[in-house]
């Protein structure tokens, strides 16, 4: 199972939310840039950013920060947070992101999300939040009348990459993830479904790729000190103890 390090940004800052609340944000560090280097030269090869104000704003926010940690790290990313446009979809790519995560324009726009899956195959991760097995959009802020199965189906008949699904209930509690939804989800689409939200444990990581669960977003816990960065490798790719 691949493991995706997470960096939300917040006003500049790195931080996590704690069930997609704006106002319960915990600050974990003040350099985004320092942050996506250590996890560069830990070891990952792929890292999940996401501009949180963007998110809730519906415009990216921190534009020269994310520019400038896509010229820092040698590796994969992808960027999520305010992607509702072609041109800010566009704009990522061709600043250095392998992909980019598009969720409420998934649900309000769905021609741009089939158009950009067409044109740049292999770059677009559609994510699917669910509140009580509802898609809430808009930085999680709104109800969107779908369902996260039905969502999820859709946009994997677009040609999606893969499906970022967070079960909010869950998310930054370290409580544990939904492993049963997410690997449900996976047995609905083609798509890669990556887990988001509840990891805390490294037995979590354990379940979740025991379960088939093909990739994994993890940030609090790793913030939190519950596990290494090679710790968490170790546990997702079944080796050694844990």
């Known amino acids: 199972m691949e493991l995706i390090p997470a960096i939300d940004l917040l006003a500049g800052h790195v931080v996590r939310l704690t069930q997609g609340r704006y ?23 792929r890292l999940h950013v ?36 072609y041109e800010v979809a566009c ?14 324009a998934a649900v309000k726009d769905p021609a741009l999300v089939r158009r950009l ?15 009580g097995g509802e898609v809430a959009v808009e930085g999680w802020t709104e109800g969107a009348g779908v369902s996260a199965e039905s969502l999820a189906r859709e946009v994997d008949g677009w040609g999606a990459a893969a499906i970022l699904y967070t ?10 993830p939904d492993v ?7 047995r609905q689409v083609s798509a890669t479904v990556i887990a988001s939200g509840g990891i805390g444990r490294l037995d979590d990581l ?11 977003v ?21 080796e050694g103890p844990c």
């Open 167 to 176: 079960n909010i209930d869950r998310d930054g509690m370290r409580g544990g």
């Open 50 to 85: 996401v501009d949180l104000d963007g998110a809730r704003d519906g415009e990216p926010g921190h534009v020269k920060v994310i520019e400038a940690m896509l010229a820092r790290v040698g590796i994969s990313v992808q960027v999520g947070g305010g992607v509702r446009s």
């Open 117 to 131: 899956a067409e044109e740049r195959p292999g770059s677009v991760v559609v994510a699917v939040d669910a509140r």
């Open 180 to 186: 049963e939804g997410t690997a449900a989800l996976q």
């Open 23 to 45: 106002d319960q944000s915990t600050v974990y560090d003040d350099d985004p840039v320092a942050v996506a280097g250590r996890f560069a030269e830990a070891g990952a090869t």
């Open 218 to 238: 993890c940030g609090r816990a790793l913030y939190g000190g519950a596990f290494t960065l090679a710790d968490a490798f170790r546990a997702s790719a079944g």
């Open 206 to 216: 354990v379940a979740l790729r025991d379960a088939g669960v093909r990739s994994a």
């Open 91 to 104: 704009r990522w790519l061709e600043a250095g992101a392998e992909r980019i995560v598009l969720g409420t």
